[in-house]
Structure formats: C-alpha cells, structure tokens
C-alpha cells in the first residue's frame, strides 16, 4: 500500500461517515457518465456554461433546488457546503442536519456532505446527471474532497491560499498546503480512471478591491501547486472588478499567462478555462439595480471569452435567494448570453503591459525564493508580504497593500507594501490615482467598497 493510500485509509476512518469502499467507488468512477465532468463539457460545448450559486441542508432541499435548476436549464449544478463542514465540526453538523430535517427549517447555511455520505449524495448526483461543482472553503478539505468525488461531484474549487487567507484567522497555512497536495493527488489518481477531475481556484480572494496582479499571481500559483500533483484539467477565476475594461484587460492577462507558466513548468498537455463571477461584493437593495447589475456583468463575460460563469440574484442584498430566484437568474443570464454574438475584441495595450510585468515581477520573486519546493516557496512568499490579499483575516497576511479606485473605477495601488514590483510598474499604477483635494483615503476605500450600492 502507497503511503498516499495509507493516508487515506486513515482520513475515511471517521465516525461521522459510512464505512467508505475505495474498490466500489473507484468502479463507480470508472462507469460513471461523461456528463457529469465538467471538464469533458469544457471540451464539448461550444458556448459558455452557466453556474448558479445555492445550497441548503436537507437532501429533499437539494434534490428540488437541482429541479429548478434543470429547468432552467442549468449547465453546471453547484453543491455549497455548510460552515461547520468547513471548519471540520462533523458533530454540530450532524446535530443542525437532524433538526432541520425533524423541524423544515434550515439550520445550516449549506450540504453536510460528509454526514450525507456519498452513497446517499450520489442518488441525486446520478439522477441530474449534470456537472456538479463543489463550493466549500475548507483548509482542510481532505474528507470532504474523499465524499464529492465518491458522490460523482468531478470539479473541486479551492486552494491552500485561496480557501485560507480570504477565510481563515488562524489556521495554520503550511498544514493547509500540505492537505490540499493531499486533495490534488486523490484528483489527479481518480482523473486517471475516466476524463479529468477538474480543479477550479477562487479568485474573487476577500471580494474586496482586490488588485489584478495579486488576484492572477495566486491563480497562477494554484494551478501549478495543482499540476504538478498530475491534475490535467484546471480552471483560473476572477470575479467582476466594477470596471469593464479592468475585467477585459485581466481576462487577456491571465488567458495569456497561464498558458506560459503551465507550459513553462513542463505541464502542455493540461487543459485551462476560465471562470468568471459576477459581482461579489456588496448588492444594491433596488432590485431593478440588481437587475442591471447582472446583465452588465453577462454582457463583460461574454467580452472577455469566458468559458464559465457564476451568477448572481437580484435578492443578494436580502439574504440566501429562494430556489425560484436563483433559477430565474439562470435563465435571465442565458437569455442574454443568447444575443451576445459577434461581440469585438476589446483591450488596452499599455494597461495590459502593465499588468503582465506585474505578475511576472511578483511571480519571479517567488520563483527566485531558496526553497526547494514550490508550495515552500510560495509560504514564503507570503510570510515575506510578497503575496499580500487586501482585507484578508489571516494573521499570516502582510495587510500592507492599500488599493483604491481610480476615476474609471480600475482598482489601483495604492500603497504596494512589500510587493515586488517594479518602480515602473508602481508609478505606472500610481499616475491613474486622483484623489480630490482634502479627501481622506479612508473615506474613499469606503466609497469605494460600496461601487455597486
């Protein structure tokens, strides 16, 4: 038995799930329908999928949500996971799943997937026979990720940075690399028995003025981290800026980039999307600006070539939308996905430039850092504040970088802090700032913050 096995045998031990068979799920795998990965959709689909955001805690919840979805005619279901799965509390989970299911009311605010079990879980994976993709925020992610993929749930989202320094105070981040190894390898093993398991990065980060270069540096990042364990099919994120050619400038960025350091790092034969979230911050209370909202974010996916989207409702700003108001924002964004065809190419060369030298700056000073692993190298990276992810939790985040909006809504920086970029690239970012006379840089990141309000 590997020592990879070993681990495993060790992870599914745990009193809070069935006992697991990894000869019957490797078989269910091995059989299992190609429409259920995503990444063999990327491939046979030729206009962009669409995935809405939802979860509840009971299966029969879920089971109706998916219904709705279908109808719409969803592309990719998603399965948000609760709080006490993410932290690993499978006891409070077991308890909040009983009392929703004795009292209909939701006492989670997502799927204990772990306390379902994957042989319940797959009955409703199987029956929708439609990709699944799970959304969670897990440091520790390794049973969990066990469960989705027993279940038939082929696109795991996550990373050691992404699913801790936006998430997480005080778990330790050099046992979240550690675990997330453990995840790509499990994925990369399971990707060799049908199409690939598709690994997916969160890169809307802390959803707060996040500056470009840090948001495409730590796509970047993920997706070797995930490469170099054997996964094939991976997907690069960012989330809606609030400026449209922001969005674009980034979309040219990073489609062009991942490309060069995944071929740079040996890794030709992997396959990269792109994934675009609507706006992830703060929704207008006036549903018709929700409305709007939406759509403009629909149309700056189609503009930047997005193979994926991730919707958002017009009740954001209400609290966990209904299963017929997630739908309904399903259909409402293929709609007009529908009409966007023929759309023009759009960039901004000095922009781009700019950009591109800022991520290879950054990338460089990790790449040139003396350990002699990459994940170590990236540790740090981020101990020294060369990664550094505005209004991060983490007590392990530099927090020195200061970004505010310039006056076309671009995100710029403000003060850099220890990054690694170049004079050039700094005065660069720095020229586009104009703050009023006697206006305080506090008073503008709260303005700032609230764009969309």
């Known amino acids: ?87 690993n509390d499978y006891a409070s989970a077991k308890k909040m799943l009983a009392l929703s299911e004795e009292n209909d009311v939701d006492m989670l605010n997502g799927y204990p997937l772990v306390n379902h079990g994957y042989r319940t879980t797959r009955k409703m994976i199987t029956h929708y ?61 399971y990707s060799e028995l049908n199409e690939p398991i598709n ?50 400038v980034s979309s040219n960025v990073i489609k062009k980039l991942s490309r060069k350091y995944a071929d740079r790092f040996g890794h030709e034969d992997a396959t990269i999307n792109l994934v675009y979230h609507q706006w992830m911050g703060a929704f207008p209370y006036n549903k018709e600006y929700s409305d709007s909202l939406i759509n403009t974010s629909t149309v700056i996916a189609a503009m930047v070539g997005a193979d994926k989207i991730i919707t958002k409702t017009r009740n954001e700003a209400f609290g966990i939308p209904t299963k017929e108001a997630n739908a309904m924002a399903v259909a409402n964004v293929k709609y007009t996905l529908g009409m966007l065809k023929g759309l023009p190419t759009v960039g901004d060369e000095e922009e781009e430039e700019n950009l591109t030298n800022e991520v290879d700056e950054i990338l460089e000073a990790v790449f040139n850092d003396g350990a002699d692993t990459l994940w170590r190298k990236v540790f740090n990276s981020i101990k020294k504040g060369y990664i550094d992810i505005p209004f991060s939790p983490h007590i392990i985040n530099a927090n020195e970088v200061i970004t505010i909006r310039d006056p076309q809504s671009n995100i710029r920086i403000l003060k850099k802090g220890k990054l690694p970029i170049s004079d050039r690239s700094f005065a660069f970012e720095r020229s586009k700032i104009k703050l009023a006379e006697g206006e305080r840089v506090v008073d503008k990141i709260i303005q700032d913050i609230g764009i969309m309000l």
């Open 1 to 87: 038995m590997s020592l990879l096995q070993r681990e495993r045998e060790i992870i599914v031990s745990n009193e809070y799930i069935d006992r697991f068979d990894f000869e019957e799920v490797e078989e269910f795998i091995k059989g299992a329908s190609k429409n259920l990965f995503i990444s063999h959709k990327f491939k046979t689909t030729d206009h962009m999928l669409v995935q809405p955001r939802g979860g509840f805690p009971t299966y029969d919840k879920v089971f109706q949500l998916y219904k709705e979805f279908k109808e719409a005619h969803v592309d990719v279901l998603p399965l948000t996971i609760d709080s006490n799965t993410r932290l």
């Open 129 to 189: 026979d439609t990709p699944v993709s799970l959304r969670h925020g897990t440091p520790d992610a390794r049973l969990l990720i066990e469960t989705a993929l027993a279940s038939g749930i082929f696109e795991i989202e996550g990373g050691p940075i992404t699913y801790l320094l936006p998430y997480s105070k005080n778990f330790p981040m050099d046992k979240a690399f550690l675990y997330w190894k453990y995840v790509e390898r499990v994925c990369a093993k």
């Open 199 to 248: 690994r997916e990065s969160f890169g809307p980060l802390s959803a707060t003025l996040q500056p470009p270069a840090i948001v495409i540096v730590i796509q970047l990042l993920e997706m070797l981290l995930s490469l170099e364990e054997g996964v094939k099919s991976f997907s690069v994120s960012f989330s809606q800026t609030g400026s449209m050619l922001q969005d674009i």
